[in-house]
């Protein structure tokens, strides 16, 4: 039994959509896509009078690179939302089919199944917020599709080893998908398990330039899973999803130095996660602040609302996330820089901001 078995049997049989840009190869007179032959005014080189390539050669390149796998396991996209999105409706049958969630976790995986009218199965991560692979397996119905697990995961942050990964994968052959999202992944001292792919083809992952790249206004996601997924996945995708000068910020931050600046923003981070939780713990009205491995503090606070509104009156948004199960009186606060940092702690101490 092939991974393609568990996607939608019309989604594997349709004819995909031939978009005019792949039938150029360059150096021609293009007149076969109604463009404009003409470049528009602050065009910078970009050539944004022409369609862009659907999945970028530069861009596929430079990322597979990045993250150790082959070209044909790479897909871009409009951030790993448009991978998620594209997952549930590429394997669930509305009205049919299931994903696994274990919340509190990353509401996106949740929304776009209910788009598709997918159902949504929950085993709750176990009190120290730790999944409970066990209770996955026992949950997973004939009907469940796409087992999605977080790690780091927002809005916890704590990690999924890679040894409980094998185990899923291995359990769930021939049944499901395992999508781990690895959006924060840079953050973590635990690496990433893409390169468990080659062994288990139910196995995918997701890697966002959003985060640790500093690239969350261009949208740049990535789903890395076995070829055939891929394919698959490049049939459904919107046409063209790649804006040129997004592609062209992503292959910035990827350029030696882009990559040089981004390794120093992330050792500040993880050198604040550090500093901030240690001199949080310290706070009046804190309760517990927990280990994270991303770049956010998940808090939990005798009153969270009021210290949700002091922090918005200093100027300081943070984010609400009392609604999510089992979190109890919390916020979770994205670690900025350093001076950003000093002023959260000076209003949580009750000082002027
Ligand atoms: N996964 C997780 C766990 C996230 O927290 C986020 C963003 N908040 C995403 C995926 C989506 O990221 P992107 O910007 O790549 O769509």
Request: proline content about 5%; charged content about 20%; aromatic content about 4%.
């Amino acid at each position: 039994m092939s991974v393609l078995d568990l996607a939608r049997e019309e989604i594997r049989a349709m004819q995909p959509y031939s978009s005019a840009r792949m039938e150029a190869s360059g150096g021609q007179v293009l007149l076969n896509a109604n463009e404009s032959a003409w470049v528009p005014n602050g065009d910078d080189g970009l050539g944004c009078n022409r369609y862009p390539e659907p999945q970028p050669a530069a861009l596929i390149h430079a990322l597979a690179t990045l993250y150790g796998m082959r070209e044909d396991q790479v897909l871009v996209g409009r951030g790993s939302d448009e991978a998620i999105d594209l997952l549930v409706r590429a394997f669930c049958r509305a009205g049919q089919d299931a994903i696994l969630i274990q919340p509190p976790t990353f509401g996106m995986y949740a929304v776009s199944a209910r788009i598709q009218n997918a159902g949504v199965i929950e085993v709750p991560l176990v009190d120290d917020f730790t999944l409970d692979v066990d209770a996955v397996l026992a949950a997973v119905t004939s009907a469940v599709k796409l087992v999605f697990v977080c790690t780091p995961n927002n809005p916890t942050g704590q990690t999924v080893s890679r040894g409980q990964i094998e185990r899923l994968a291995r359990a769930l052959t021939g049944r499901a998908l395992l999508v781990v999202d690895e959006a924060y992944v840079e953050f973590a001292d635990q690496g990433s398990v893409a390169d468990l792919i080659d062994d288990h083809d139910n196995l995918a992952v997701l890697r966002t330039l959003s985060k640790a790249w500093a690239l969350a206004g261009a949208r740049i996601g990535c789903l890395l899973a076995n070829g055939a997924v891929i394919a698959l996945l490049r049939r459904i995708m919107a046409p063209y999803p790649l804006p040129l000068p997004c592609v062209a910020a992503a292959l910035a931050v990827l350029s030696p130095q882009g990559q040089a600046t981004a390794r120093e923003h992330l050792a500040v981070v993880r050198a604040q996660r550090v500093v901030m939780r240690e001199a949080m713990l310290k706070l009046p009205g804190v309760q517990a602040v927990l280990p994270s491995q991303a770049n956010f503090l998940a808090l939990r606070f005798d009153d969270a609302g009021a210290v949700y509104r002091r922090l918005l009156d200093a100027g300081i948004v943070v984010r609400d996330v009392r609604r999510y199960p089992n979190l109890g009186d919390a916020l979770r606060i994205t670690l900025g820089t350093p001076e950003e940092n000093a002023r959260v702690l000076a209003v949580l101490d009750g000082g002027a901001a």
